[in-house]
Every structure is written in C-alpha cells, then in structure tokens.
C-alpha cells in the first residue's frame, strides 16, 4: 500500500465506523446519564468524527418513544441541561445489542488469531515466537515453546 492508499482506506474505515453513530450514541449513554452537547463532545474524542444535533436529537427523540430512554432538565452550572439516561428497559436492550455486537466481533477476530502450537490456546495478545527447523512458530508462552521442543504436548498448568 502507498501512503495514499493507506490515507484513503483509512478515511474509509472511518466513514463506516461513524455509520456506527446509533450504536455509539448507545453506548455512550450505558456509561452514565449525559447531556446532548456532552454526548456530541465523547463522540468526537472516541470516534474522530462529528456527531451533528441532526443526528442526535431525532434518535434520542425515537429512543424515548420506545420508553429506552428518559429526560430530565437538571442544572449543569448555572444553566438547565436536559439530562439523558437509560430506562431499565434500555439497559436491557443495550446489553443485548453490545453482546450481539461481541458475537459479531469475535467471530471477525477469531479465525485471525494465532493458536499456540504446543497447548493450543488462542493468542489474544503478545504471545511467543521461536524460530524452530526453520519454521517460525507461535507459542502462547516460552514454557510451551519449551515443551514443543522436547517434543512433548505441553499442558497448559505445568507453568506453575
Ligand atoms: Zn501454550
């Protein structure tokens, strides 16, 4: 890839991730009770992108017809903010929609990750790379590495 290309595809990668403003918007009020301009402001710390008043305003609006969520006017300094929250039947809905999000993920990243070649867990992070007849192989830790070596199956408790 070209410094180009890669501005490019990282430009798009950023437009699909701001098509995720709903979820965002969701995932931003399951951390707590917020007011619109501070929801537009963690929006654009988290995504990079702007989240317009547009945008916003009619999904909390439907949300709220849809009994997800309540507000209230509540003074923020001297100012009367409308604060935003969550029902219980938001939560709700929000813990099913982050856990179908996680399922959709994890099956993204699963087959991409790297399996320990002595004990076979899945490498999530780091993980331990050995050169091996000429072979570079994955290990989970270098006591596995270890193992594979003696040509022994390693299990993963002998560690301790
Ligand atoms: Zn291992």
């Known amino acids: 890839m070209t410094g180009e290309e890669r501005d ?74 409308t604060i935003y929250s969550l029902t219980k039947k938001g939560r709700e809905f929000c813990e099913r929609l982050f856990e179908r999000f996680a399922a959709i993920t994890a099956s993204a990243i699963e087959p991409r990750l790297e399996t320990c070649a002595s004990c076979g867990v899945k490498i999530y992070d780091g993980g331990y790379y050995e050169v091996i007849d000429g072979r570079k192989m994955a290990f989970c830790c270098k006591h596995c590495a270890a193992a594979y070596k003696r040509g022994g199956h390693h299990d993963h408790d002998d560690h301790k």
């Open 8 to 81: 490019r595809s990282e430009e798009e990668v950023n437009n699909i991730l701001s098509d995720f403003s709903q979820f965002y918007i969701l995932l931003l009020l399951s951390e707590g009770p917020s007011h619109g301009y501070a929801l537009i402001k963690a929006f654009r710390e988290r995504t990079g992108r702007n989240l317009s008043a547009g945008t916003l305003y009619p999904f909390l609006h439907k949300l709220q017809e849809r009994g997800l969520v309540t507000q209230e006017d509540r003074p923020v300094g001297k100012k009367p903010r």
